[in-house]
């Protein structure tokens, strides 16, 4: 320990010992506020980390579902997505893993609002953060031809393509082929329970989703079978 140290330790401990109980108070109060204030924002923030990375580290993805275009209730977002957790996933899945589903609204008539809704989209996809996409069937034209979504032949075995045959739709993707790439929602009573509209919606596979056998229990799910 430094000299200075010693002597500023020794003067400041002499002054405390001729003050009562409340002066000390003020006194330490009044000089060391700052370096007080200073030791508890670290200690929240340290606390906090530790929270969430070892106590109560969030969950991971277990299918995340986007919904494009208009506007979408939370609520409606919430409760469909605890009814897959109910009904997909095990309990055990459920300790560690969730379903989310996020918004991406466009035309709202703000260019910037627009723009950052793109641009959270892009890296979502880019990031392999979004599965299935909830779209307008005039955005399935858009989201194939930009190769967006993943043919259905790919992600669906042949007894579910024949179950759901009737609300297979196509479009061209970005190579010029054309290909069943969505799932027509039209009377859709999962969406319908939940609060979410069903007509005039589809529902693709994003390309680089890595959960596509959870997408596969979730279009079983929700086409009832």
Known sequence: MSE???NFLAVE???LKEMTFKEKAAYIWEYYKIPIIAVIVVLFIA????????????????????FSGGYVADESMNALNAA?????MTPEERETLQVTGTLFMYGSGDPQMDMANQAKF???IASNEIDLLVMS??????????GLLLPLTDVLPESVLSSLSDRLTQAVN????????????DGCEVFAENGLIADGQCLGVIVNSIQ????????????GL
């Open 47 to 66: 606390g906090s980390i530790i929270d969430s990375v070892w106590i109560h580290p969030p969950k991971k993805l277990f299918l995340q579902i986007g």
């Open 137 to 146: 069937l005039e955005e399935l034209e858009s989201s194939a031809a930009q």
């Open 174 to 185: 970005d190579s010029g082929e054309r290909a069943d790439f969505a799932l027509k929602l």
């Open 122 to 124: 892009a890296a979502m």
């Open 4 to 6: 200075y140290l010693k």
């Open 13 to 15: 401990g002499k002054k």
């Open 84 to 88: 897959l957790t109910e009904a997909i």
């Open 212 to 223: 596509q056998d959870h997408a596969l229990k979730a279009i079983e799910y929700i086409f």
